[in-house]
């Protein structure tokens, strides 16, 4: 038999120039051992990195932890080797919802979930359902040994087969009470057992995350929680004055203050323009002054200076025109070259005329000093005028009651008006969508809902491309000599036909989620926490359907139709090909869970996209600003990493009762366990969250491990109707029924928990000691301390994010800034300098700070803007260690 031969169908691959579907996405079942090797030679070596470079590197690897506030009591974590590890172990939930907020709490919790639900179901897969499997079910080799840990059990190649073993004389006969298929049964009692449990495990641990999110939310006090969205305003209405009567008339409670959102596109790219001949500028003046002198100049004598004895009453010096005079004023009046000619002045060459067919070249520093003057006197004048009111305002309420009461109520009759939505923090808000019209968001709405649809279709050429290509039938064809040396090559062959599958689908995971998440932002959301939503739900639909369902189902394009049609013919061909297909298939999922667990988790943690790019974007920083950006923590997106985690829980289900189960659920405790603290590393120390979601992604969650419910009972009912078990098959029909009945009660009565705040968890005005969240629902507390401890409410992440926040566009109010060009930043500058003598509230807040992020969000476009943003007070603060400028 030819190594490439498969010894349950020795006739595919066989060299007569075809190749099955089926022969497409399958490694051979000999190589989970290879795997292995190259996952933990991945993740051993990634994993030592990190050792050695987190106490080396604290402006990377604790870069969260260094702009936190001491007060709220994270732990230091050693610079030892090992050290740092059981310090992580020991921080408690508590700590984690004190110093991350609500989101990283509830993204964390789903992984501690994953692993008590697959280390129980790991064991019985491994000690009650593997001893039944090797008992009835034949080895797939002829020398058998006493134990083999990665036992290769037959599988199943065409529908029709009737079953995996001949042991009944006709196929027709139901096999559910022969004593040769009796272990049968045991599937099916372990369905309905692993189904319960995961859903005992999942209604458990939705109400602790509800009460928590609710205890949370009702006892913190920001403007988030007493504001909220208005939408569908009818002409009439677009007036902060009639906005605020018509709330109050509702008697709910008292309005305290209404942003009617406007038309501020002229605004908005006035000071997006304005940042981007801002870092020209900045650029610039790198440049300049980083060239050598070409004389060196002399301080000349003090009675033979030109210098006026004015100078230190701010009187410009003799012989300096207009235009250097407002070159000292912009950047802080701070730069003298008194060597005149001795360095050249960098040149810029700027079109005009015609068509813009004409051009020159002119001073690049005085051309953009120019350029900043003309712009700051625009968007002066534009802050003081007056634009067309849109059909969305933010409303705040005296208090979080009356806004819930709001929130949660019907308030206009007529349909699409006046629609009341939470409201998401002000730093979160795009302003751009806030006033384009509705009808233009959900026209951008639906054609990046149906160009997604046309992507995954489209998604469907490049991944059974790639899984053809890769495959040694392939190979054998299109390089015959390569194949024959493959077979003279057994490990050879195994990386081929094992490593590069598995790395291609994991790569594709890690690529395709900034496409859409490019996508999400374009669709017109209001908010960064709709739009990371919107992304954690389209990388999971390309995760399930691309990878999971075409890689089965499927197995290849030209099967596509196929499939299609006898699904049309028999409404079980689904079942049974999806369950046939699975059970080929289970060396590639095993591998591919392996992969991502032992070998990526560990790349994760040392953050080798950042590690990587470092030296690129060092040597591409010129400015001071460009130095800050680098130190800033990066930022961690949940629509990144939680669509492969769901996909890996659905896998583990899948496979949890069917042969080898017990394996695919070890892989999945080993998954869940490193990322629960990889992640927990990455929330608590490294990495920012820019969004604010409420806890919202646990519903989302819920409805995808339910999906993977379905998908598991509908495999179980083929896999066990492909045994001619048809009446054990039918008996897996109540609980599919029993799972979409509990997903519809989900719905009804737990999804609004996760939207909205409950009127009885609202503790303002009452003593919030005693109402606050307790040990309970952190598993309880230590006997030595205080029965039940308080966790710390004076002043939450959210508190502290939103502290001095208003919700006003950041482009009426943000400090202009001034060119950062020494290695401490300048500071704003002065609304007299900028010409602006319009009034502004005194409650404003006085620094970027708070909208520098939002700002970059709503106005600089993609990710890379939103990367990339720097504010003057903590760039300051993230110099540290690896930031050196030169000083002149």
């Known amino acids: 038999m030819s190594i490439f031969e498969d010894p349950d169908d020795p006739g595919s691959g066989d060299g007569n120039g075809k190749c099955n579907g089926d022969d497409y996405t399958g490694p051979g079942t000999k190589d989970t051992q290879v795997q292995l090797v190259i996952s933990l030679a991945l993740g051993v070596s990634a994993f030592l990195a990190f050792c050695i470079l987190r106490p080396r590197w604290k402006s990377l690897y604790a870069a969260r932890k260094r702009h936190l506030d001491p007060s709220i009591g994270l732990p230091v974590l050693p610079d030892t080797f090992f050290g740092w590890m059981p310090a992580l172990y020991n921080i408690t939930d508590q700590q984690v919802l004190a110093s991350a907020g609500l989101d990283a709490f509830v993204f964390l919790t789903f992984f501690k979930m994953a692993m008590k639900l697959f280390a129980v179901m790991f064991f019985f897969a491994a000690v009650v359902l593997e001893p039944i499997n090797r008992h009835y079910i034949p080895d797939n080799k002829t020398d058998t040994a ?68 609710q205890d949370y939310l009702g006892t913190q006090s920001t403007i988030t929680d007493r504001t909220f969205r208005l939408s569908g305003i009818p002409k009439d209405l677009r007036t902060e004055a009639a906005i605020k009567e018509l709330v109050e008339r509702l008697e709910i409670g008292k309005v305290e203050s209404v942003t009617l959102c406007r038309n501020w596109k002229e605004l908005d790219d006035l000071v997006e323009h304005r940042h981007k001949v801002l870092a020209q500028l900045e650029e610039t003046w790198s440049v300049y002054i980083a060239q050598k002198p070409l004389l060196v100049p002399t301080a000349p004598p003090i009675e033979d200076s030109d210098v006026t004895t004015g100078r230190e009453n701010g009187e410009p010096r003799e012989g300096t025109d207009e235009e250097a005079a407002e070159s000292d004023r912009l950047i802080g009046g701070g730069w003298d070259d008194p060597s005149g000619g001795g360095r050249a002045r960098p040149q810029t060459r700027f079109w005009y005329g015609f068509l813009r067919l004409q051009s020159r070249k002119t001073d690049a520093i005085d051309y953009f000093s120019e350029k900043l003057r003309v712009l700051d006197e625009k968007i002066v004048a534009a802050r003081k005028r007056k634009y067309d009111a849109a059909d969305l305002a933010f409303v705040t309420m005296d208090s979080i009651a009356a806004c819930q009461m709001a929130v949660q109520a019907v308030i206009d009759p007529h349909p699409g008006r006046l629609l009341t939505k939470p409201a998401p923090a002000p730093s979160d808000v795009v302003w751009r969508n806030t006033y384009a019209p509705r009808v233009k968001r959900r026209i951008r709405s639906w054609t990046v809902t149906v160009f997604v649809g046309l992507l995954t279709v489209v998604w469907l050429l490049p991944v059974a491309f790639l899984a053809s290509v890769l495959s040694i039938c392939t190979i054998r064809i299109a390089l015959p000599s390569f194949a024959d040396w493959l077979k003279d090559h057994e490990i050879a062959r195994t990386l081929v036909q094992t490593g590069l599958p598995t790395i291609v689908v994991s790569l594709l995971n890690v690529a395709v989620p900034y496409l859409y998440d490019f996508l999400s932002y374009n669709q017109g959301m209001i908010s960064q926490s709709e739009i990371a939503l919107s992304t954690i739900s389209k990388n999971f639909f390309f995760t399930f359907f691309n990878i999971f369902l075409i890689f089965t189902v499927f197995g290849a394009v030209t099967s596509i139709i196929d499939v299609l049609r006898n699904s049309l013919k028999d409404t079980t061909y689904i079942a049974y090909k999806l369950a046939g297909k699975l059970v080929e298939l289970n060396i590639f999922y095993t591998n591919f869970i392996m992969l991502q667990g032992l070998g990526l988790f560990p790349f994760r943690l040392l953050e080798f996209g950042s590690v990587s790019l470092y030296p690129v974007y060092r040597l591409g920083a010129k400015t001071p600003r460009d130095f800050a950006q680098i130190v800033e923590p990066p930022k961690f997106y949940y629509g990144f990493y939680l669509p492969t985690a769901l996909l890996v829980f659905i896998l583990c289900l899948v496979y949890s009762v069917l042969p080898l189960g017990y394996l695919a659920l070890g892989l999945g405790l080993a998954y869940f366990t490193l990322g629960y603290y990889t992640y927990k590393y990455q929330l608590l120390y490294a990495m920012d969250q820019p969004q604010h979601a409420t806890g919202g992604a646990w519903r989302m969650i819920c409805y995808r491990l339910l999906l993977g419910l379905v998908v598991f009972q509908l495999t179980m009912s083929g896999f066990l109707a492909l045994q001619s078990a048809f009446t054990i098959a039918l008996l897996v029909v109540p609980l599919l029924v029993a799972t979409l009945w509990y997903s519809w009660s989900f719905r009804k009565q737990f999804e609004p928990l996760t939207r909205f705040i409950s009127l009885r968890s609202i503790k303002q005005g009452e003593d919030v000691g005693a109402e606050a969240i307790l040990d309970d629902d952190f598993g309880g507390g230590n006997g030595g301390q205080h029965e039940r401890e308080l966790l710390r409410r004076g002043s939450t992440v959210d508190e502290d994010r939103e502290k001095g926040l208003r919700f006003v566009n950041p482009s009426l109010v943000v400090p202009l800034q001034q060119p950062w060009i020494y290695k401490d930043p300048p500071p704003p500058l002065a609304e007299s300098e900028a010409g602006d003598d319009s009034p502004r509230d005194s409650d404003a807040p006085a620094s970027e700070r708070e909208y520098e992020p939002e700002f970059q969000r709503g106005l600089g476009g993609g990710r890379a803007s939103r990367a990339g943003t720097s504010s003057n007070s903590s760039s300051s603060v993230s110099l540290g260690d690896t930031h050196i400028w030169r000083d002149t």
């Open 146 to 213: 006493s134990f083999q840990l990665f036992r290769q059990y037959p599988t199943l190649r065409n529908y029709g087969h009737a079953r995996l073993f001949d042991n009944n004389d006709k196929d027709d006969d139901d096999t559910s009470f022969n004593d040769n298929m009796s272990y049968l049964w045991s599937y099916l009692v372990f369905t309905y057992f692993f189904t319960w449990l995961a859903l005992y495990v999942m209604h458990k641990e939705t109400f602790r995350v509800i009460r928590v999110r």
